[in-house]
């Protein structure tokens, strides 16, 4: 029996979560849901966005599944990342039929440090009118995330794709920062002569997961970067609604579509919730259940390729409904 951390959140979290569990519920794995608070909502009734109780039963859980927040979304999800030392933040760009993708066979996944780069939140007013952000790169951060790059590709290469890890960074710039970053990338690739490594500079990396998405495998940069390039790469593949993460680390598993709360679409029942499935499908695989992370997928796929979905993808179901074409559809 798995125990997992339910983190609805705010706006379509409290959609697209709830129609996500529903899936989980009838794949036959024998779970325990443990709904806990977090986000804008949780701020306004409490004072705080990410209670403490929270924080404790995310850590007692096998995993934790996690919606969206709102404007609270550093206090609260960034913050969750950090205080669970989730250090790689995966996500990946896959093209499923049925959706209007800028080609039919892209399929790779974006590397993202998670723990320090920019992001490390260290910011200052060093004179009037100057304002400093600092980026914080260290050989302990890069060599993980970089094994973690190469172990993932090695796995996928049993599973039938090319064995490449792609570096982006701009080590022509960020002399030190970059220059160490792109280093221990070539550093670490000498432990596996199996796969290729290549880099790029980020700006062109930009360009190529437009121009060549179906080229990459697995492609790893640090945590600005790789925030913004996965974006750019969600577009390519159907948008927001199509973009699921997971956060891991060495003793937990967060789990979260791209995301947010959508305030605009909030409440109408309209929101995609695939993303959060395949969301959900990361989270099984992560907690070795591989069969029915394959059945779920599957059956979303004929739920896409039928066109059984919400508005932004051209169907005409709500995200209930959409869940449910997908549980009608899975191996018992
Ligand atoms: P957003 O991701 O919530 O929405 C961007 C656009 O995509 C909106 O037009 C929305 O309707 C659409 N969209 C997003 N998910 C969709 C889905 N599943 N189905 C159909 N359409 C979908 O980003 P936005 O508008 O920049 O931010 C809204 C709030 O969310 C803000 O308060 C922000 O702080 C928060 N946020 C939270 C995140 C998190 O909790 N991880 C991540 C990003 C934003
Ligand atoms: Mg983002």
Known sequence: MYKICVIEGDGIGKEVVPATVEILKNTGINFEFINAEAGDETFEKRGVALPEETVELARRCDAILFGAAGETAADVIVKLRKI???????RPVKSYKGINCLKDNIDYIIVRENTEGLYKGIEAQVADGVYTATR???????????????????????????????????????????????????????GYHDIKAEDYY????????????????????????GDILSDGAAGTVGGLGMA??????????????VH??????????IANPTATILTGILMLRYLG??????NVERALEEVLERKLTTPDLGGTL??????QEVIKRLDS
């Open 289 to 294: 259940e591989e069969k029915a992370a394959n």
């Open 202 to 225: 980020i700006d062109a990396m930009n360009m190529y997961i437009i121009t060549k998405p179906e080229t990459f495998d697995v492609v790893v940069t640090s945590n600005l970067f």
């Open 84 to 90: 669970l030392n989730t250090y790689a933040n995966v």
């Open 136 to 190: 914080v790169i260290t050989e302990k951060a890069c060599k993980k995330i970089f094994k973690f790059a190469f172990d993932m590709a090695r796995d996928r290469k049993k599973q039938g794709s090319e064995g490449k890890v792609t570096c982006a960074h701009k080590a022509n710039v960020l002399k030190l920062t970059d220059g160490q970053f792109k280093n221990i990338f070539y550093d670490v690739s000498k």
């Open 318 to 323: 709500t995200t209930y409904e959409m869940a």
């Open 244 to 257: 699921p993460s997971a956060n891991i680390g060495d003793e937990y598993g967060l789990f979260e579509p």
């Open 260 to 269: 947010g709360s959508a305030p605009d679409i909030a409440g109408k029942g």
